[in-house]
């Protein structure tokens, strides 16, 4: 583990990495453009992860995808936070299952090859993560859990149109100390999601679906300082309401808090 030699830790802002499946210009643009910007609006500089293009630092420091894209763990060395996106589907292979609704034109292995190594050596280093939809999932997994291959009524129309529906977040949560509220809306994307026995074994459930309450909506460690999954997009900020911005703010005070730590001041 190296430390990074400043003057302050406020030398530079904040380097929070991002996944996405494709790292072109074209591609982010149109698809990881939310998680760009919230990111940005705390002016952190994001960090495209992706198992196709080279992760390049603010410094220029390079890290090369190997042939199954995976990246090497060390970027997360270099790194204050991880956002594990948004996106298709992980294979059913990786929790030992074979497929029973998930949906095959969705899945991309190199993706979840990455993913799945640098949750877990994210999880070994415990660095602030940020498990979104897709993120959430795929962080469950690479932590020794499974989910739920499809269930009906969470995914919004492809018309545009976004579904919303309330959570209850569980009393004496990370996540209800966060939110401040015991119940808010979210919105919903998904037709995988995970309930408690899907749930990797140090992870606890944070806020449940309404009126679903098998569906586990949110979850946390009970082992890390700052490592939350959600089921919905709290990167689509400007149709939602404060409650995720909270959570933002939470996340990025944990990337703070992590830079300080791993500081060293001459």
């Known amino acids: 583990m190296s430390l990074r030699l400043e003057s ?16 072109s210009p074209e591609w982010l643009q149109q698809n990881a453009r939310n998680y760009l910007a919230m990111v940005a609006s705390y002016r952190a500089l994001p960090v495209a992860i ?16 190997d042939s199954a894209g995976r990246v090497p763990a060390a970027v997360l060395e270099q790194l204050d936070g991880l956002i594990l996106s948004g996106g298709g589907d992980v294979d059913p292979r990786y929790f030992g299952q074979s497929p029973a609704g998930a949906e ?9 090859e990455l993913e799945i190594g640098l ?7 415990d660095l602030p993560i940020f498990g979104i939809c897709r993120g959430c999932q795929v962080l469950n997994v690479a932590a020794g859990g499974a989910m739920i291959q499809h269930f009906d009524g969470h995914r919004s129309p492809a018309d545009g149109t976004t579904r919303f529906h309330p959570v ?3 009393q004496g949560s990370k996540l209800h100390a966060i939110v401040a509220t015991e119940q808010f809306d ?13 749930l990797a074994p140090h992870f606890r459930p944070a806020a449940v679906a309404e009126p679903d309450t098998w569906l586990v ?3 946390e460690s009970a082992q890390h300082r700052w490592v939350v999954g959600v089921q919905w997009h709290p990167e689509r900020i400007f149709e939602l309401g404060d409650a995720h911005q909270r959570l933002w ?6 990337c703070e808090a992590q830079r300080a730590q791993f500081t060293v001041q001459p």
């Open 8 to 23: 302050t830790p406020r030398q530079r802002p904040l380097w929070i990495g991002i996944t996405s499946r494709h790292g």
């Open 50 to 65: 992706t198992p196709d293009h080279p992760v390049v630092l603010p410094d220029g420091e390079r890290f090369v995808p």
């Open 104 to 112: 095959p034109e969705t899945i991309d292995v190199r993706r979840d």
């Open 119 to 125: 949750g877990q050596a994210a999880l070994a280093r």
């Open 168 to 170: 209850r977040v569980e």
């Open 186 to 198: 979210v919105n919903t994307f998904h037709h995988q999601g995970l309930d408690r026995p899907s």
């Open 217 to 219: 909506e949110a979850y």
């Open 249 to 254: 703010e939470s996340f990025v005070q944990a």
